[in-house]
């Protein structure tokens, strides 16, 4: 009976670690894969999405009636200005993720007031602009992902010339 025991505490030491560390280190796996899905325009540069199909299905489960835009980022070289322009009349959001896939600010056109916004991505101790709105974040990377509700998925070109006023870049003054 003990010349099973050895080898069978072994393996669940090993089923245990490895457990543990698919939990730990997945969610950035996820997110490198997104980020690379979704970053047509590069790191810290806004990039407004062709509307989901059965072909074309750059997220999890998109919605077809949403439009996104999409701003992966890297924080290494500095904070990140994310400007936003809602589409009047239009419900649209903002949601910002950090490399663990977690949601660390989201905010729609009704919370906005309808109106546009800037909202400053840093990590902790990067300078940024005096009075700017700010979300502090532990990690360099991440994605900003705009969506906006379509009512037919026709009028995507009408919306094209507002949507493309959502912007983001990295800071370089702080004034």
């Known amino acids: 009976m003990r010349n099973w025991l050895g080898p069978l505490l072994f393996g669940l030491i090993v089923a ?43 997220i999890v489960r998109p919605s077809p009636d949403l439009a996104y835009s999409s701003c992966p980022y890297d924080l290494s070289a500095g904070p990140l200005a994310i400007d936003v322009t809602p589409v009047p009349g239009r419900y649209s959001s903002l949601s ?10 989201v905010r729609n056109d009704a919370q906005a007031g309808g109106k546009s916004y800037r909202i400053i991505v840093a990590r902790d101790g990067q300078a940024v602009p005096a009075g700017a709105e700010v979300v502090r974040t532990n990690h360099d990377k991440g994605i900003a992902l705009i969506r906006l509700l ?17 912007s983001c870049a990295t800071v370089t003054k702080l004034k």
Not at 96 to 105: G, L, M, N, P, S
Not at 150 to 166: C, F, K, M, N, W
């Open 16 to 58: 245990a670690a490895t457990t543990w560390a698919a939990i730990s280190y997945m969610p950035f796996a996820l997110m490198n894969v997104a980020m690379d899905r979704l970053g047509q325009g590069g790191l810290n540069n806004m990039s407004y999405g062709a509307l989901a199909t059965a072909a074309r299905q750059p």
């Open 96 to 105: 910002i993720f950090d490399a663990a896939t977690d949601v660390i600010f």
């Open 150 to 166: 379509l009512r037919d998925p026709a009028e995507i070109t009408g919306l094209d010339a507002v949507r493309h006023q959502s």
